[in-house]
């Protein structure tokens, strides 16, 4: 079933915590809201599962406009955050609490209920408490009583944060193979950008309770619209500057480095203040693109897959450098003059909507 | 120079490390002779005959006699009743304040934990003042509505368990709270989620949810009723369990009926060790539904039934301190009869209580002070063993604590009568005849709250501040002395002086162990009011109550706290 947002807004005393969001979500697809605490994620997802009522908008699932009903009658199904499992009942109680309210006969219940304890690895699971179980256990038990009820959308809540890394990034996996499986819509709240990159056919970027972009995990990262995007999504480097000229086959911007030449974003105009984006992985160190900065080192870092660079070119401007495959490096000394170069096509002209900073 | 320390070190720590064990076994000694032993001591009695020999004979006794089985119950049928009276007050009120927003909401929850701090000898003196034959109401029923008979509001097991349930709903309420604010708001959206409607998730989320919690309550109010024998004695109702163990152990003639009043106060002791247990099994859940990250918002009432709201609550805090204001009318008023109100006042009572007669007062605030010197002194390192360390015996340290808040004072009061009345070898007197048996009777009841106190004030001084202060080189003592302790001596002190308010309250076990020249406030109302000098019992109980007020303002001063956790 696909939901369709329409300007709608959410506010909490003088606080706008959902500002005009309009989003379309096709059914089926892993739809992710995205971005740091407060920006509204959360909000936008109890708006959805009808825990708020919006100020103003309209919320339609399918051809049925739901905004002013109850959650239960909007066939949802909804992870939270903490999962709240009740703690007083068994894995099967939890699971079936939904169904039982729903007046079926007791086989459907224990066929519904096996079904799902078999969707989630749990079978045999059935009668411990939720405090006898794991993190990621309990974790399958909530989306297992989200997924008993058919829903026709499915509503995860940062269902991952309370996990141990490893497993996260398992449950993470079984999560997406469960949804694609199902075919169910799904409607996923997380601040982890590499989670949401990894998990999502499409991503929504918020900040204080606005929709800033909603693109494929890949689009987002390489051609994010807005430094903010930019910043949140990945590392990156910022270059402060003002744009000399717009064309479809790249833009020029002049910085504290000089005139660099990059790809320019909606928005930017000549004349006007913008940023440069670029990341540290598509610098390199010696001659390579057709842009070339002189600078020196600062400082090394070793993460393992790749080797960072601290460098400061002119101006003061610091700039990361990242060498993969560290293996076949000799490293460089601080203090030593390098060369770091960088393709215009990888290099963003943003309007900077985060600040002069 | 690095070797010297090192050899220095193990020195000095072997050379202290036998304090910490002569202090941990004087709590355990301590312990051991003033309350294992006493119980222990109870059930051996009720199991034992006059030379010594093992015999159930006892409970057959008690179990043949047709008095004794009615006794118990409407002992049980009352303390039933109560527990359903209180839960159904304490329930709504709590829903009430947590859940719904209306005007003088935060009047109202500070207004509510009122009666459980009153002295309840005095809130039974209160109502037959105002409820009584001749009381203020029954006056104006009279007066107003030419009523011929009056109407017999108190006097009985409907009296007993009205007085009661309006002392003791605080409990579940208190209790209800705390659970109610701790549930996760995700757990009843989740119900919501799946489509429970709102009274069935009130009945299948909520209010399991709260269980725990309210089982605690419903026991101490349960065991409190069970075992309260001044109430129903004032209220002229004697066929009750409570009552008989007191008339029973008194009388000191018919050896069979001590052994039945021995009996008795053995149920009693089984009575808090049930409560006891069920506490324990309820720690694991309590734990699991603190786990929350926000809480459910309250909902605004619509004015009308915040009109509704207002007038119950009002009603209900009426009802609870007609009592207050019935024995301050007793306490100044001459000649006081037949009338809604004195016609002339007098401080001739008050006179007679504090100037002619002062030994009430003195030896109450003696024997109270007494006692919470006994309860800083041992139950302060107690909180810090619970808290900090894991020594053996830590889990049985931890559960004598709860054991007895949950043990009633006429059954300690029993209890010691039996144990310390031989006079231990090498002495011609036992224990019960002096009065040090008062003041630690009084520390072992009031021993709890000190503990729990000073438990919870030390939780807040994190482990780390400690160690902190160890990292720059102060010894354990020095950084106990300069971290610690500035930080928990607001805990110290609220606790303590909880436990010295209500040892001045304490009218059960002293009113067993109480001899001539003894006698405290507690033990002046009871004997002044069964002699039929009410106005200076009334006086006395307007002492108790100007000492509670002024401790429960101190109290919210010190530590700007509620009293939540006291109780169960």
């Given at each position: 079933?696909?939901?369709?947002?329409?300007?709608?807004?959410?506010?909490?005393?003088?606080?706008?915590?959902?500002?005009?969001?309009?989003?379309?979500?096709?059914?089926?697809?892993?739809?992710?809201?995205?971005?740091?605490?407060?920006?509204?994620?959360?909000?936008?997802?109890?708006?959805?599962?009808?825990?708020?009522?919006?100020?103003?908008g309209?919320?339609?699932?399918?051809?049925?406009?739901?905004?002013?009903?109850?959650?239960?009658?909007?066939?949802?199904?909804?992870?939270?955050?903490?999962?709240?499992?009740?703690p007083?009942?068994?894995?099967?109680?939890?699971?079936?609490?939904?169904?039982?309210?729903?007046?079926?006969?007791?086989?459907?219940?224990?066929?519904?209920?096996?079904?799902?304890?078999?969707?989630?690895?749990?079978?045999?699971?059935?009668?411990?408490?939720?405090?006898?179980?794991?993190?990621?256990?309990?974790?399958?038990?909530?989306?297992?009583?989200?997924?008993?009820?058919?829903?026709?959308?499915?509503?995860?809540?940062e269902?991952?944060?309370?996990?141990?890394?490893?497993?996260?990034?398992?449950?993470?996996?079984?999560?997406?193979?469960?949804?694609?499986?199902?075919?169910?819509?799904?409607?996923?709240?997380?601040?982890?950008?590499?989670?949401?990159?990894?998990?999502?056919?499409?991503v929504?970027?918020?900040?204080?309770?606005?929709?800033?972009?909603?693109?494929?995990?890949?689009?987002?990262?390489?051609?994010?619209?807005?430094?903010?995007?930019?910043?949140?999504?990945?590392?990156?480097?910022?270059?402060?500057?003002?744009?000399?000229?717009?064309?479809?086959?790249?833009?020029?911007?002049?910085t504290?480095?000089?005139?660099?030449?990059?790809?320019?974003?909606?928005?930017?105009t000549?004349?006007?203040?913008?940023?440069?984006?670029?990341?540290?992985?598509?610098?390199?160190?010696?001659?390579?693109?057709?842009?070339?900065?002189?600078?020196?080192?600062?400082?090394?870092?070793?993460?393992?897959?790749?080797?960072?660079?601290?460098?400061?070119?002119?101006?003061?401007?610091?700039?990361?450098?990242?060498?993969?495959?560290?293996?076949?490096?000799?490293?460089?000394?601080?203090?030593?003059?390098?060369?770091?170069?960088f393709?215009?096509?990888?290099?963003?002209?943003?309007?900077?909507?985060?600040?002069?900073? | 120079?690095?070797?010297?320390?090192?050899?220095?070190?193990?020195?000095?720590?072997?050379?202290?490390?036998?304090?910490?064990?002569?202090?941990?076994?004087?709590?355990?000694?301590?312990?051991?002779?003033?309350?294992v032993?006493?119980?222990?001591?109870i059930?051996?009695?009720?199991?034992?005959?006059?030379?010594?020999?093992?015999?159930?004979?006892?409970f057959?006794?008690?179990?043949?006699?047709?008095?004794?089985?009615?006794?118990?119950?409407?002992?049980?049928?009352l303390?039933?009743?109560?527990?359903?009276?209180?839960?159904v007050?304490?329930?709504?009120?709590?829903?009430?304040?947590?859940?719904?927003d209306?005007?003088?909401?935060?009047l109202?929850?500070?207004?509510?934990?009122?009666?459980?701090?009153?002295?309840?000898?005095?809130?039974?003196?209160?109502?037959?003042?105002?409820?009584?034959?001749?009381?203020?109401?029954?006056?104006?029923?009279?007066d107003?509505?030419?009523?011929?008979?009056?109407?017999?509001?108190?006097?009985?097991?409907?009296?007993?368990?009205?007085?009661?349930?309006?002392?003791?709903?605080?409990?579940?309420?208190?209790?209800?709270?705390?659970?109610?604010?701790?549930?996760?708001?995700?757990?009843?959206?989740?119900?919501?989620?799946?489509g429970?409607?709102?009274?069935?998730?009130?009945?299948?989320?909520?209010?399991?949810?709260?269980?725990?919690?309210?089982?605690?309550?419903?026991?101490?109010?349960?065991?409190?009723?069970f075992?309260?024998?001044?109430?129903?004695?004032?209220?002229?109702?004697?066929?009750?369990?409570a009552?008989?163990?007191?008339?029973?152990?008194?009388?000191?003639?018919?050896?069979?009926?001590?052994?039945?009043?021995?009996?008795?106060?053995?149920?009693?002791?089984?009575?808090?060790?049930?409560f006891?247990?069920?506490?324990?099994?309820?720690?694991?859940?309590?734990?699991?539904?603190?786990?929350?990250?926000?809480?459910?918002?309250?909902?605004?009432?619509?004015?009308?039934?915040?009109?509704?709201?207002?007038?119950?609550?009002?009603?209900?805090?009426?009802?609870?301190?007609?009592?207050?204001?019935?024995?301050?009318?007793?306490?100044?008023?001459?000649?006081?009869?037949?009338?809604?109100?004195?016609?002339?006042?007098?401080?001739?009572?008050?006179?007679?209580v504090?100037v002619?007669?002062?030994?009430?007062?003195?030896?109450?605030?003696?024997?109270s002070?007494?006692?919470?010197?006994?309860?800083?002194?041992?139950?302060?390192?107690?909180?810090?063993?619970?808290?900090?360390?894991?020594?053996?015996?830590?889990?049985?340290?931890?559960?004598?604590?709860?054991?007895?808040?949950?043990?009633?004072?006429?059954?300690?009061?029993?209890a010691?009568?039996?144990?310390?009345?031989?006079?231990?070898?090498?002495?011609?007197?036992?224990?019960?005849?002096?009065?040090?048996?008062?003041?630690?009777?009084?520390?072992?009841?009031?021993?709890?709250?000190?503990?729990?106190?000073?438990?919870?004030?030390?939780?807040?001084?994190?482990?780390?501040?400690?160690?902190?202060?160890?990292?720059?080189?102060?010894?354990?003592?020095?950084?106990?002395?300069?971290?610690?302790?500035?930080l928990?001596?607001?805990?110290?002190?609220?606790?303590?002086?909880?436990?010295?308010?209500?040892?001045?309250?304490?009218?059960?076990?002293?009113?067993?162990?109480?001899?001539?020249?003894?006698?405290?406030?507690?033990?002046?109302?009871?004997?002044?009011?069964?002699?039929?000098?009410?106005?200076?019992?009334?006086?006395?109980?307007?002492?108790?109550?100007?000492?509670?007020?002024?401790?429960?303002?101190?109290?919210?001063?010190?530590?700007?706290?509620?009293?939540?956790?006291?109780?169960?």
């Open positions: 079933m696909n939901i369709a947002l329409r300007a709608v807004s959410k506010k909490f005393g003088a606080t706008a915590a959902v500002d005009h969001a309009t989003l379309d979500i096709a059914d089926g697809e892993l739809f992710t809201l995205l971005g740091p605490s407060g920006c509204g994620k959360t909000t936008l997802l109890r708006l959805m599962a009808g825990f708020y009522r919006p100020d103003g309209e919320i339609w699932f399918g051809g049925r406009r739901v905004d002013d009903l109850a959650p239960h009658v909007r066939n949802i199904g909804m992870v939270f955050q903490n999962y709240a499992l009740w007083h009942m068994t894995v099967a109680a939890n699971i079936t609490y939904g169904l039982k309210l729903r007046k079926l006969s007791t086989t459907e219940i224990a066929r519904r209920l096996a079904e799902g304890l078999r969707k989630v690895n749990l079978a045999g699971l059935a009668e411990r408490y939720p405090g006898q179980l794991s993190g990621g256990q309990q974790q399958r038990v909530a989306l297992a009583r989200a997924l008993v009820l058919n829903p026709d959308i499915l509503l995860l809540d269902p991952l944060s309370n996990l141990d890394a490893k497993i996260r990034l398992q449950v993470r996996a079984e999560i997406r193979t469960l949804q694609k499986d199902l075919g169910i819509t799904t409607v996923y709240v997380t601040h982890d950008q590499e989670e949401a990159l990894s998990l999502s056919d499409r929504a970027v918020m900040r204080d309770g606005v929709i800033l972009q909603t693109a494929p995990p890949r689009e987002l990262y390489e051609r994010p619209r807005s430094r903010f995007v930019a910043d949140f999504v990945g590392v990156n480097n910022f270059v402060p500057g003002v744009c000399r000229d717009v064309a479809a086959d790249g833009a020029t911007i002049d504290a480095l000089g005139v660099v030449r990059g790809v320019a974003a909606d928005g930017v000549p004349g006007g203040r913008c940023v440069l984006a670029v990341r540290p992985e598509n610098l390199v160190v010696g001659n390579g693109g057709d842009n070339i900065v002189e600078a020196r080192v600062i400082l090394a870092s070793y993460l393992g897959h790749a080797l960072r660079y601290d460098v400061e070119a002119a101006a003061g401007v610091r700039l990361k450098v990242d060498v993969r495959d560290p293996l076949h490096h000799q490293p460089l000394a601080a203090g030593q003059r390098v060369r770091i170069g393709g215009s096509s990888a290099a963003l002209v943003l309007t900077d909507d985060v600040g002069a900073s | 120079m690095t070797s010297a320390r090192a050899e220095a070190r193990p020195r000095a720590g072997a050379g202290g490390a036998w304090w910490p064990a002569l202090g941990i076994a004087a709590i355990w000694i301590f312990l051991g002779v003033f309350l032993y006493p119980l222990a001591r059930f051996y009695d009720a199991f034992s005959d006059d030379a010594g020999r093992l015999t159930v004979r006892h057959v006794d008690f179990a043949t006699d047709g008095f004794y089985r009615r006794s118990l119950w409407n002992s049980l049928v303390g039933l009743g109560t527990v359903a009276a209180t839960s007050l304490g329930f709504a009120i709590a829903m009430l304040l947590v859940r719904y209306f005007v003088g909401r935060s109202f929850s500070n207004l509510t934990l009122i009666p459980i701090v009153a002295p309840p000898l005095v809130g039974v003196l209160g109502f037959t003042f105002i409820l009584g034959r001749a009381g203020t109401v029954n006056v104006l029923l009279m107003w509505f030419d009523l011929l008979t009056p109407i017999n509001f108190v006097y009985g097991v409907h009296g007993v368990l009205l007085v009661e349930t309006l002392h003791l709903f605080p409990m579940i309420t208190l209790n209800v709270v705390d659970a109610l604010a701790k549930i996760d708001p995700a757990l009843e959206e989740a119900a919501e989620s799946v429970a409607p709102g009274w069935w998730k009130l009945a299948t989320i909520t209010l399991p949810l709260t269980t725990p919690g309210y089982v605690a309550g419903a026991l101490l109010v349960f065991i409190w009723t075992s309260d024998f001044a109430t129903p004695l004032v209220l002229g109702v004697h066929d009750l369990l009552a008989q163990a007191y008339l029973n152990i008194v009388q000191f003639v018919d050896r069979r009926l001590f052994r039945m009043g021995i009996v008795i106060s053995a149920f009693m002791v089984l009575l808090a060790v049930l006891l247990i069920a506490a324990r099994r309820y720690v694991a859940i309590k734990d699991y539904s603190s786990l929350s990250y926000s809480r459910v918002a309250r909902r605004r009432l619509s004015p009308a039934r915040q009109v509704l709201a207002i007038l119950f609550l009002s009603l209900v805090m009426l009802a609870s301190f007609i009592p207050y204001v019935g024995v301050l009318l007793a306490s100044v008023g001459r000649g006081w009869s037949m009338t809604p109100v004195p016609l002339h006042y007098t401080l001739q009572f008050f006179e007679r504090i002619e007669t002062p030994k009430y007062v003195v030896n109450s605030f003696l024997y002070i007494v006692a919470v010197g006994i309860c800083i002194v041992v139950g302060v390192p107690i909180a810090w063993l619970l808290a900090r360390t894991h020594v053996p015996g830590r889990d049985v340290l931890d559960g004598l604590n709860t054991l007895i808040l949950a043990v009633p004072g006429t059954a300690i009061g029993i010691y009568i039996r144990a310390f009345h031989e006079p231990p070898p090498g002495f011609d007197r036992g224990l019960t005849s002096f009065w040090i048996i008062l003041p630690l009777v009084l520390a072992i009841r009031r021993l709890p709250y000190t503990v729990r106190g000073s438990y919870a004030s030390l939780l807040l001084v994190h482990r780390s501040m400690e160690e902190a202060a160890a990292s720059v080189g102060a010894g354990r003592l020095r950084s106990f002395r300069d971290v610690t302790l500035p928990m001596w607001r805990g110290i002190l609220v606790g303590s002086l909880f436990s010295f308010m209500t040892s001045l309250q304490e009218a059960s076990a002293v009113l067993f162990l109480s001899l001539g020249g003894w006698e405290t406030i507690t033990v002046g109302i009871f004997s002044f009011y069964i002699a039929g000098s009410a106005s200076e019992a009334a006086a006395l109980g307007v002492i108790l109550l100007v000492v509670a007020a002024v401790t429960v303002l101190v109290i919210n001063r010190v530590a700007g706290t509620r009293m939540g956790g006291m109780f169960g």
